[in-house]
């Protein structure tokens, strides 16, 4: 069974930094690329960082470019979201995402490309 685990998320004031991570279990994803999504109250879901499998491309929106950073360890089946100089308007629900085949491109940001998914972590920004 795989599962998608997301933790790292919280409570920070605005310009503040958070790392999150999404640890895979029951499938290794070195091959697949992997994602964050967003999902504030009231909204759609949003791509926020994609990486390649290897780690070498990533992708942002221009929301997040520049303030965010997407890494992943696949010796330990992880991924990381590095997020600095954070803002009120980044405070959401974050998910990690997997797609079901590798063939998937990494960078794609819709989320139905995606079939596995994590519980999500809180990440609120205090002004």
């Known amino acids: 069974q795989v599962q998608l685990v997301e933790s790292g998320g919280g409570l920070v004031q605005a310009g503040g930094s958070l790392r999150l991570s999404c640890a895979a279990s029951?499938?290794?994803?070195?091959?697949?690329?992997m994602a964050w999504f967003r999902q504030a109250p009231g909204k759609e879901r949003e791509f926020v960082a994609g990486i390649s499998w290897s780690g070498t491309g990533t992708y942002y929106p221009d929301s997040v470019k520049g303030r965010f950073t997407v890494s992943r360890d696949n010796a330990k089946n992880t991924v990381y979201l590095q997020m600095n100089r954070l803002k009120p308007e980044d405070t959401a629900v974050y998910y990690c995402?997997?797609?079901?085949?590798?063939?998937?491109?990494?960078?794609?940001?819709?989320?139905?490309?995606?079939?596995?998914w994590g519980q999500g972590t809180q990440v609120t920004v205090s002004s």
């Open positions: 995402a997997a797609p079901g085949l590798p063939a998937v491109v990494a960078g794609t940001r819709d989320s139905r490309a995606y079939h596995y």
């Open positions: 029951g499938r290794t994803f070195s091959s697949y690329a």
